[in-house]
């Protein structure tokens, strides 16, 4: 399925020069992430700006590698999520235009192919730090990063939202903190609030974009004991694709200091 906000560019438009350290650098990426996935860049327009996210073609035989292995436990956390494209990313990160991005730090928690990040890169962040905790999503996530030549704006590191205190790496905090399609596990909405508390600077705002269909109340209640909580709703054109339309509508949870 496409979103409404992703559409292909023509086979002409090519991704930003790199530089030589930059392009050295993504061949050596690819080169790895092939050992484990067949994949390609696929062009995607964000607001008239092209992007360019890696995709993988061999999904299905990479299921069936993980049912032989019997390494489906949960799968929740052991398939592959972090690789698609969810739809949240783009709204949310078309929203964070609207909150005066230029000169502001972005922290993506959970942030899996980095969607969100490259979107709101475009909108003039000084500093962006794309996270997650699945070491191949990073390994994507970069090689996004610098496909769309914006690897000297986004920094890709390991987060874990769970670890105790302060990472020492965000001693300033974040002026946002954002993630899509976060909220799914229950068990990580406590130490979500934690690291909000701990990591948003002065002022700041943390952004949770989620489908309402998979919407998790249970979370809003949680950290609006430590934050005052707006909700807000943003309806999405989706596409199958065979051409079917479906509307789709995202529940935006806006974390603010009292």
């Given at each position: 399925m496409s979103d409404s906000l992703c559409t292909p560019l023509s086979p002409e438009e090519t991704s930003p020069s790199l530089s030589q350290a930059h392009a050295a650098e993504l061949e050596t990426l690819l080169e790895r992430i092939r050992t484990d996935f067949d994949v390609e860049f696929e062009p995607l327009h964000v607001d008239e700006n092209p992007l360019e996210v890696l995709s993988i073609q061999n999904m299905s035989a990479h299921l069936d590698k993980l049912l032989q292995r019997k390494a489906i436990h949960d799968p929740l956390k052991d398939l592959p999520l972090w690789a698609k494209l969810w739809p949240g990313s783009f709204v949310l990160g078309r929203l964070l235009r609207k909150y005066e991005p230029q000169g502001k730090s972005l922290?993506?928690?959970?942030?899996?192919?980095g969607a969100l990040s490259?979107?709101?890169?475009?909108?003039?962040?000084?500093?962006?730090?794309?996270?997650d905790v699945v070491e191949q999503a990073l390994r994507f996530a970069r090689a996004n990063v610098l496909r769309n030549g914006l690897g000297d704006q986004i920094?890709?590191?390991?987060?874990?939202?769970t670890a105790p205190g302060r990472d020492p790496r965000f001693a300033s905090g974040f002026d946002i903190i954002a993630a899509s399609e976060i909220l799914y596990l229950d068990d990580l909405h406590r130490p979500l609030v934690k690291f909000v508390d701990r990591h948003l600077a002065p002022g700041g705002k943390a952004f949770f974009c989620t489908d309402v269909a998979r919407a998790k109340p249970h979370f809003g209640k949680i950290?609006?004991?430590?934050f005052k909580i707006t909700e807000g709703r943003i309806g999405v054109k989706s596409h199958y694709e065979n051409g079917?339309?479906?509307?789709r509508l995202y529940s935006i949870l806006i974390l603010e200091r009292p």
């Open positions: 922290l993506e928690l959970g942030a899996g192919c490259l979107v709101a890169a475009r909108y003039g962040f000084a500093r962006v730090v794309l996270s920094e890709v590191t390991h987060v874990d939202v950290a609006a004991k430590t079917e339309e479906q509307r």
